[in-house]
């Protein structure tokens, strides 16, 4: 329903009702007025022919008439004259409305005096409602007077009932039931003209009234219409209509012109919106491309960066290994300390018994029985010469290994501080100095090793001349002077195998110091090469997370990208001008 047609209604609700209520509420209130006015002339009629049968009776009681005629006279004042037929003119000038008549009545019910059947008991009469009006009227007359209503019909209109009044009071002088009676629309018959005015009223004032309603809703329906359609077409996304044109003054201009700068706001803010639609349209196609080729880096800084962390854990483990083994060169080089001290122990010893023996030479002569004695400790000691010789043999041969090792670990050393660069300088000298001293080592080892070979020999021609010493004892003079010589020889020997023991004992110190170094640069090393690691496996895990965040980055974009197609489909909806 539109706004104009529940406006009109509204509006005549509040037209019609009003005048209906007043309308209505005016002729019941002067309806009921006239009904009191044509109840209190009933009854002031009554009180009226009351007084008339009283001053008739006073006529009477004086003697200036018979009773006879005073009745009859009050009989014709009150109705009229007697007809042949037995009925009554009504000629009185008394007004009881139209169709209404005075009425007597004795307290049996019979008629006394009445317009149409005067003579007759009426007692038994009842209305259509069945009501005993006559009854009813004789007791209301006893009780003081009063008012009866009943329904009887309408003379010449036998088919017709209309409601009926009548007031009846008790006349004390003659004993007779007066009654003045009249149809209830005799006393109303002017609220006819009243209901025909204010018909006519309420007609006029409803037709001015819509014609008012019609002129005012025209008023306010017209711009109402224009701001719906345009409220619509907005609803619709169609900005293509022209500005709302009212002339109203009030609310409802206000509203139009609100619209109108809401129109056109949303013009302009529907031309930024496509505008910057593109613009992030194009940079979110930019942003995807530039997430995506980061991204495809971010992985490849990944893939290197874990590569990088594998070969650091490689190196890492090289160095352990590094390590491991500069240790076992340090156990090494203790023990080879400790041999070659106990074979410089042993190296006095026999230098001592090489000098115990020159002296038994110069004594020969005096001690040639001691020679067998002697020769058997001689022999002894040269045995333990060869068992010792041996093991210095083996030792020497144990260096030599070692010197070796040290070498080849100098070497991987040197190639695992190449690796390692700018940290690896200072680690690269000092297996430089390493691989120096085990050649060193191995150079010196080899030459105690030549000299321990001819000690062997010599030891292995002593004991076989002090074999022969005791088997040719008659002989030994002559050997004493050889004996004496090998002595010399073995002293000498004795005491070049001292210096050689000491130079290896310095050398080996020298080794020792300089494992302490490699040893600790190593630790240095393995200390820088475990820091590495760990910033690598913390920039592994940020290439990660750049990585996800790129690829987030990415999704976002092309999310930024579908969002902003979206709003430019939206926006393209609008229409404009």
């Known amino acids: 329903m539109k706004i104009r047609t529940k406006l009109i209604i509204i509006s005549l609700s509040l037209l019609l009702i009003p005048s209906l209520i007043i309308g ?51 009989k014709q004042n009150l109705i009229g004259d007697l007809q042949s037929d037995g009925s009554r003119a009504i000629t009185t000038n008394v007004d009881l409305g139209e169709d209404g008549y005075f009425a007597i009545y004795g307290s049996d019910g019979q008629r006394i005096a009445h317009p149409f059947s005067e003579g007759k008991n009426a007692w038994e009469s009842v209305d259509s ?70 018909m006519i009223t309420l007609g006029m004032s409803i037709l001015i009234g819509i014609i008012i309603i019609f002129l005012f809703s025209r008023h306010l329906a017209i711009p109402v219409q224009l701001i719906t359609e345009s409220v619509q077409k907005i609803a619709k996304q169609d900005l293509s209509f022209n500005y709302i044109k009212v002339k109203n003054k009030d609310e409802l201009g206000d509203l139009a012109s609100g619209i109108n700068r809401m129109t056109a706001s949303l013009r302009d803010i529907i031309q930024s919106v496509s ?51 500069v240790s076992q060169i340090s156990s090494s080089i203790t023990e080879i300390t400790t041999n070659i001290k106990e074979l410089n122990d042993l190296s006095i010893e026999t230098s001592k018994v090489s000098l115990y ?69 200072g680690f690269a000298v000092v297996a430089d100095e390493v691989r120096k001293l085990a050649e060193e080592s191995g150079n ?45 020889a073995i002293a000498a020997d004795v005491n070049l195998i001292n210096d050689k023991l000491s130079s290896v004992s310095a050398e080996i110190q ?29 920039v592994v895990a940020a290439a990660e997370e750049q990585h996800a965040s790129m690829v987030e980055m990415t999704v976002a974009s092309r999310s930024l990208a579908e969002m902003s197609q979206q709003l430019q489909d939206l926006v393209s909806d609008f229409k404009s001008i």
């Open 357 to 425: 023996g020159n002296e038994v030479i110069t004594q020969t002569v005096e001690q040639m029985n001691q020679i067998n004695e002697q020769s058997m400790v001689t022999t002894e000691a040269m045995r333990l010469l060869e068992s010792k010789s041996q093991e210095i043999g083996e030792i020497i041969n144990v260096i030599t290994s070692i010197a070796a090792q040290t070498n080849l670990l100098a070497l991987n050393a040197a190639i695992e501080a190449a690796r390692a660069g700018e940290h690896g300088k």
């Open 275 to 325: 505008s910057s639609a593109e613009q992030v349209a194009a940079t979110s196609e930019q942003l995807t491309a530039s997430s995506e080729q980061t991204s495809t880096a971010s992985e490849e800084i990944t893939e290197s960066i874990q590569q990088i962390s594998t070969g650091q854990d490689k190196q890492l483990f090289g160095m352990q290994e590094a390590n491991n083994s």
């Open 129 to 198: 409602n069945g009501i005993y009006m006559i009854q009813d009227m004789i007791k209301a007359a006893e009780k003081g007077g009063d008012f009866t209503y009943y329904s009887r019909e309408v003379p010449n209109q036998p088919d017709t009932e209309e409601d009926k009044i009548a007031y009846t009071a008790l006349d004390p002088n003659w004993g007779w039931v007066v009654s003045a009676s009249s149809y209830m629309k005799s006393f109303n018959h002017g609220i006819n003209l009243i209901q025909h005015m204010i």
């Open 24 to 74: 209505v509420s005016s002729y019941y209130s002067a309806k009921e007025h006239l009904d009191d006015l044509g109840e209190k002339m009933l009854k002031n009629n009554v009180e009226m022919a009351l007084q008339l049968i009283d001053s008739m009776n006073y006529a009477v009681q004086t003697g200036e008439i018979s009773l006879e005629e005073a009745q009859e006279k009050v």
């Open 444 to 488: 010196a080892a080899n030459d105690i090793a030549a000299l321990i070979g001819e000690i062997q020999i010599n030891t292995q021609n002593t004991v076989q001349t002090v074999n022969e010493g005791k088997i040719v004892v008659e002989t030994g003079m002559n050997y004493v002077e050889n004996a004496g010589k090998t002595f010399e």
């Open 510 to 538: 020298e080794i020792s110091a300089n494992t302490e170094v490699l040893v600790n640069e190593i630790h240095k090393t393995k200390d820088v090469t475990n820091q590495s690691t760990s910033y690598t496996q913390h």
